[in-house]
């Protein structure tokens, strides 16, 4: 039934009778019990230890609120934090990255905390009064800015997603980590506040002959990359807040370049200086990194936009579905963005990417920016989808721009196997009777010719 | 110039001149000095230290990824927390509020460490693998739900504020506090995840005679508030997420009401039964609290939506202004909000009220959200108004409900005095020419008649 939606075959009233068979604990002389609970906590007697017993949190003072005057997570959430891993770090904990719990995620903000951190030479801790940006180059008038001066211009709030372009590019040679944080988490999304560039070059004057701008960061490892001028004019800004604060100092507090759906590593953090010329800098993050290695071993540059993209976030590796039975109607969801536009549709699949039927989208629907998306199904009896094979949830999206996620079939063969950046193949989950869940790779075997091609010899997928 | 936008008057073009003029440190050889910083950056000679001397931060490395893996804002930033004072505890700080420094907001997102907390009893530390939400009374299948069980229900996501309906009460009979936080940061704005509460009646099934929910708190205050089911029905919540992750222990962890628009105080915290029947509870908080004493010393009960209301974040008492001159041409920002539906309107006053132009509104524009407003606007001479006034600021907004915010008078002669809650007349910020901002109230002198009503006795105000 590809492309249609079995939300309408599942009646919701259905799905809500068998919500309440599966749930709770259902209250007999339930009137009883309520005025017992309100008048007397302590009646006990009913089985309902939790309600009935009054428990030690509704007996004594909370904290005051002089206890925290900035907040801080439960207790009880201390398992949601960003991670890292060795692997992912080569051994230097300061040029390397820590992961979003997107399993985690609700909504399309991730919480700053919670925001995936990457840095090239350890997250500096800069003094904004101290701290200036100059605008250099091919401009009329070059300029040194303090934080209050840039400030001044008209500000500007979006929400966007920061996306590495090597988010699930670790996983592409076949899963590494049986994790949705470890294979995907390297991207958040925020409501961001600052200066679209184009304001201040209508102020300083941009020469005709700019054809690309230099960002340079302020930190010890003066991360540099070159935008084209397209682009800046387009929706490049510098901002300073994030999600109603400050940037925190790992997100480049006081202020970062924000490239809207292009590859995070542009997002230069800590911006000191903006330069305007005529060639591209090639410097060394934009060269020796952030360059795609074709099969051919030629090295592939100016590839900036992520591609539309999409992931299940629930049910995912990390998520425990011990509890989920045969006959149970869950909501499946996840997350779907592109770096060219704005999602227009996501199909899910429940046998890895044969059939597909339609998805809803949920909430907020931006461009360039995280868009929720959920689907209603009924768990089938085994965990086997209807044509008898076991069940692997497959998500796939497209974009305005006219953009579908490829199968990985499709993009081994596009790109090869090389490139760890911007792979934005189809992910499926295998989901098994016992609610375990594991991250698989569905592609056919393949060759490769003389020149590194490869070439797919069999299957399917 | 009524409703006339001044926007149309100030050029762009004049506006970035003028910025430019006052802006920054002007750059002569500026390739030599770009290529320099790039290549040398102990160069120097230039005057320009923090950009030609290579300041502290950029010569070491930073912190590894692994030091924050939650992280907090930059020790910088330390100035930006909720505050208290004692007067508004009453001596006690667990039944008591902290609010938002409101003056330092961007774009429409509270962060969770900066969302207003209030609670009567504290901030209570639940453990969500205990907590247990009861639903009872008017309903054909009660239920006693576990955080798993009620997670089960299709989720939503909505981005609303929450306001205290004293907010600003406590400057009514004249500012007390010449402070943003303190007379308006009673409220905050978030993305909320949960579950509607019609979806879990769906499943329960209401019974017809219900026609009011009681919502409880699990902690020690055991908070307890009434909503018809009208409203309950429409787009009340139950949520556990808050901007992408849980909510946090002073918002009510694990689950907590949300009546988008209407008092804060409905958005029972740490909730753990739901009951419903044919009459209200008159419940402590909302009799003796949360009520409104007319001038005839009679007591007003359900009053429920926070009224349209707007207010200037910047300038405010709490901004820095003491560089701002006569000519700068600045951006003039603030919020607007209504608990009744969505902003159509703001219009800003430069002398306390008597004329208005059209700000526009900036970003997302939601219903019972947060709406960004701006003006661009060039400071006159003397900080006087053309008209040779003092400069007043005072801003006026509208919502699709029909409603306009009133002036002082108009409120005091149909609200009276004694009510602290829901007050929305315009308020007024007055800005000197040494950048001193003040709250003032205008206002004619009144009498009262022998009922306590407010006879207004003179002025245009």
Chains 1, 2 share one sequence.
Request: include cysteine.
């Amino acid at each position: 039934m590809d492309k249609k939606s079995q939300n309408d075959i599942i009646d919701r009233r259905d799905f809500f009778k068998k919500t309440a068979a599966l749930a709770g604990t259902a209250i007999a002389g339930s009137s009883i019990l309520a005025s017992n609970a309100m008048a007397n906590e302590h009646a006990g007697g009913n089985g309902e230890k939790a309600i009935l017993e009054t428990p030690e949190w509704a007996t004594k003072w909370g904290d005051p609120i002089t206890k925290n005057l900035y907040g801080m997570p439960s207790k009880y959430e201390h398992n949601v934090t960003r991670r890292y891993t060795k692997l992912l770090a080569s051994g230097n904990f300061r040029a390397s990255i820590a992961v979003t719990p997107i399993q985690e995620s609700m909504g399309i903000i991730t919480p700053n905390g919670l925001f995936f951190s990457r840095s090239h030479g350890g997250v500096a801790h800069i003094d904004p009064n101290e701290h200036r940006l100059m605008i250099t180059g091919l401009v009329e008038k070059p300029l040194v800015l303090t934080m209050e001066e840039l400030k001044r211009y008209p500000s500007v709030t979006r929400t966007h997603f920061i996306e590495c372009p090597a988010n699930g590019g670790q996983e592409w040679r076949g899963p590494q980590y049986n994790s949705l944080q470890f294979s995907k988490g390297f991207m958040s999304c925020a409501e961001w506040t600052g200066v679209y560039i184009k304001d201040i070059l209508k102020d300083l004057g941009i020469k005709p002959e700019a054809q690309w701008m230099l960002a340079e960061g302020g930190d010890s490892s003066k991360m540099g990359r070159t935008i084209p001028m397209e682009k800046v004019l387009d929706d490049a800004m510098i901002v300073w807040g994030q999600n109603g604060e400050a940037l925190r100092p790992e997100q480049g507090y006081p202020i970062r370049l924000l490239v809207p759906g292009w590859e995070g590593n542009l997002c230069v953090k800590w911006l000191r200086r903006l330069d305007f010329a005529t060639e591209p800098w090639y410097c060394k993050e934009e060269t020796s990194k952030y360059s795609i290695l074709k099969p051919s071993g030629k090295i592939a540059q100016h590839f900036y936009a992520n591609e539309v993209n999409s992931t299940v976030t629930s049910p995912s590796p990390e998520i425990d579905w011990s509890n989920v039975k045969e006959g149970d109607v869950v909501e499946i969801e996840g997350l779907a963005w592109s770096g060219m536009g704005t999602i227009t549709g996501v199909d899910i699949s429940f046998d890895g990417g044969k059939n597909y039927v339609e998805a809803q989208l949920k909430g907020l629907v931006l461009p360039k920016c995280w868009t929720r998306w959920s689907y209603m199904y009924t768990i089938p009896k085994d965990f086997k989808h209807t044509d008898g094979n076991q069940l692997l949830l497959t998500s796939r999206a497209s974009d305005d721009a006219g953009y579908i996620q490829p199968t990985v079939d499709q993009e081994l063969t596009a790109v090869g196997v090389e490139a760890v950046y911007h792979r934005n193949a189809v992910e499926t989950w295998r989901v098994e009777a016992d609610g375990k869940i594991s991250h698989v790779q569905l592609r056919s075997e393949y060759t490769r010719d003389k020149d590194g091609n490869v070439i797919i010899e069999k299957g399917e997928a």
